[in-house]
């Protein structure tokens, strides 16, 4: 479905949307402790609550009792012990949610109390509580280049802080669903709210102990994810209601409320960052060293693919020539993080950005200017000690967006208004987070339509109004023709996951070839009957007469780059998307409120293809870029319970928080992909943030270096400064 009116007409269907009355309801009893060992477990009074079939624990698992997206070390029903609030331990099937719910409140579970770690870096100490047998360290990954010792003794300025952000929740409208149906084979059928159905597949399968081949999971409509809906958790509800499907031979529910879906997926990793930059009086960059610390919560999720691309991100656009990156991906008892949209880098361009404007006020230098001065051009020798193959127009970009943005006339500003200025760049595809490739069939129906499959689902990004357009452009028919089939595991080839901006340039270089081929087959099969290719030969016509479907298979596969995160350097990513975020606010100085006045941004994406939903994923990255600067955290309170896991008290900017964005999209064709595209889901989401940080500088002249950027965060800078400014003076 790529119609854009669809969903505010309501007519997509959802998983809820299909379960009847009657199907069993699936519930988890989840950790009352962040830390603890589980001693016993006891459910014979849950059992005699009226409407409860049956409940399962670990033991009761069919298959393998383990989770895990790049790393197996989550159970999927914890049994020994929890390490998160997260954990669920007994999973209760009923007629009702409401007898779950009373069912839940009767199970007994009996703990030895942890001590649990929630820092980063103290988990990373010798006395830290052990989180899992063999430590807190993850991974460890690194960048060199050059002798950063040199650089520092070379550069006559020396700028050194320390930077953390927050976790931030992906917070979709629909939370995570399944609804699960046993065949008569002994298979199942999963409807989900599953955004990467071929990963899920693989996860459920190992749970269920079923072939994959018995499980054929149906993607219904997304009601948005962000990142949440791309690890575990989908794993988990399809698990869940198909566990209890196959074992009662009932059609089951496993449909998350508003408070389980945000403490149970995955969000964005917290950090705590330290940045040392060495650079020149005329502002030459000479040397970076910096150490990231990312929080991956109890589990690893995708975190050693997040560390990667924060890591291979960490210098930003621009050309220090010494280079020296340590990070750290850390087990705590947090809530466990992975995906989420800008997927490490959003984390690094608040440090690295941050520390630009540090360094170009320390030199008395515009920001702009420090920064074109040192930004990435064509050949350039990266952080990685690679050559730049990529073309980006970093000068044309920021031209425009000073323009936009009136940023020659920062002088004039009032009182407490502020400019603040952030490059970006983001990696397009998988890089070295694992081999990319993609494939899709496309078909031409005796009825005369288009028909295109592959695995990569629709979540609210208008991909497969792009996938349409692409097929139809190449075999010449009306887009209006073109059917992109809903995602039916049984059906669909592996496509890869709907990740990293990748739709469009892996499933759309994917489509486009296998469109190719079938319009060349077509052509082929005419001219094997004696006839001529006329002008404006119609392919839809011709199948048309043959009364069969004639179909086509094509793989897409990027460039494998030689980046080794063992050594640091290397080509991590084949091309990128570049971009610059500008920003003016209001601050109340009383109150500490920042208020956005302008929100401007000018984006490389390669070539467009399709504009009017190309701006709304920029501006919906902007805008959630805007929320993880000034509002999203999940916030801890006493015995380390969530206390806003709700929309009511997790706070999402709505249109009242935002001025009207600006976009403007430079089209500068990549030469490294067929289509020439750039990915767009993404980029926008890492430069608010920083963009904020350094307007405020801008109007207060205090910096703050924790995110979000809270009221009582800007009053505290401000009271701080007044401190220093005293003493200062009785000094003198």
Known sequence: MHDPFDAVRGKPIYTADIVPEDALRVKALRSDHPHALIRRIDVSKALKVAGVVDIYTAHDVPGENITGAVVLDRPFLAFDKVRSLADPIALVVAESEEAADRAIEEIIVEYDVLEPVYDPVAALKPEAPKIHEGGNL??????????????????????????????????????????AVPEPDGGVTVYGSIQNPYYVLKGVARILSLPPEKINLVAMALGGTFGGKSDEAPWDVCAMAGMAALKT???????????????????????????????????????????????????????????LRGITHASGPYVFENVRVDSYLVYTNNLMAGSMRGFGCPQVHFAFESVMDMV?????????????????????????????????????????????????????????????????LHGNSLGPEGEDKSSAVVSISPEGK?????????????????????????????????????????????????????TTLMGGNAVRTAAVKLRQKVENMYAERGGRRPDGFDVLEFVRSLKEEVKEYAEFKLPECDYNPETGTGTPYLQYTYGVVGVKIKVDRELGIVRLEKLVAVFDVGRVINKGFLLAQLEGGLTQGVAYGLLEELLIGKKHKVLNANLADYLVPTSADLPPVEIEVYENPSELTPLGTRTAGEPAINGPAPAIANALFNALGVRVKTLPISPEKVVKALKDKEVIAVKLEQQT
């Not at 073109?482 to 890869?496: F, K, L, N």
């Open 360 to 424: 170009s006020n320390e030199l008395g230098m515009d920001p702009v200017e420090l920064r074109l001065k040192n930004v990435w051009r064509k050949g350039v020798i990266t952080a990685t000690n690679t050559v730049l193959l990529d073309n980006p127009r970093y000068d044309e970009l920021a031209r425009r967006a000073a323009e936009k943005l009136g940023w020659e006339s920062r002088a004039d500003k009032l009182d407490d208004e502020g400019y603040g200025i952030a490059f970006v």
């Open 138 to 179: 993850l991974k460890k990954y690194i960048v060199r280049k050059g002798d950063v010792v040199r650089g520092f003794q070379q550069s006559d300025l020396v700028v050194e802080d320390e930077f953390r952000t927050q976790m931030q929740e992906p917070a979709p409208i629909e939370p995570e669903a399944a609804y």
């Open 249 to 307: 031979g009932r059609p089951s529910a496993c449909v998350y409320g508003r408070d389980e879906s945000m403490i149970a997926h995955s969000h964005r990793h917290p950090a705590v960052m330290r940045y040392k930059v060495g650079a020149t009086r005329d502002g030459v960059l000479k040397a970076l060293d910096a150490m990231l610390y990312f929080d991956t919560g109890a589990y690893a999720s995708v975190g050693p693919l997040v560390m």
């Open 450 to 502: 288009v028909y295109v499959r592959t695995s990569l689902t629709e979540y609210g990004t208008g991909s497969s109004l792009g996938l349409a357009k692409i097929a139809a452009e190449v075999l010449q028919v009306p887009v209006e023709k073109v059917v992109v089939e809903r995602v039916e595991t049984r059906r669909a080839p592996d496509s890869g996951g709907t990740f990293a901006s990748r």
